[in-house]
């Protein structure tokens, strides 16, 4: 009776393991994209109140982005089955392109959505290694806007991999679209390269 009644504490405190772990991971997911996000409303707050220029703003947004996306990452999963038949010097060029186009996005879609407050509303883990964040930014005088945040353990922390904005992945769309410019050019990763030094240069001007 005794022996059984062990086995059973026992079943239990294994099931019991993988939950309170998994009730960490997303405690500590929510806790990550609040801070990027708290990060970024404070430097909004800087710009408004002139205590920072709009454009300081924005470059000290995307330091904050750069060190909260893992671009590597995204590098991959945008260029979709081309990444598989880029040489590794293409790769490397798309990628260091990547943090400043998709980043200059990315700050740009979220500085549109700055706000006066924000909800961190919920959590739940997609697979063993990434966790989705659901959150609202609510803009003064518009309606709430819904950002979904995918983000992926990584070495002990956690860094973002996809931002969607009202249920439309940024990833999925750039994934789509850079598909389209090599598709146009014949398989040619190079042209996706060109593309996106184009508009690293239209960015500056």
Known sequence: MLLRAFAVVLSLMVLAAPAVAEDATLKGAEAYVDKVIKDAFDTIGDARA?????ADAKV???KILNSSFDIPTIAKFTMGRYWRVATPAEKK???DLLKTVILEKY???LLSFSGDGYTIDSSRALNDKDVAVATTIKPANEPPVSFGWR????NGGFKVIDLSVEGVSMSVTHRTDFGSVIERNGGKVQALIDALKQKKTASKS
């Open 60 to 62: 000290k947004f995307r």
């Open 107 to 109: 700050a740009d879609r």
């Open 151 to 154: 983000l992926r353990k990584v």
């Open 50 to 54: 002139k205590e920072i220029s709009n």
């Open 93 to 95: 060029e798309y990628t």
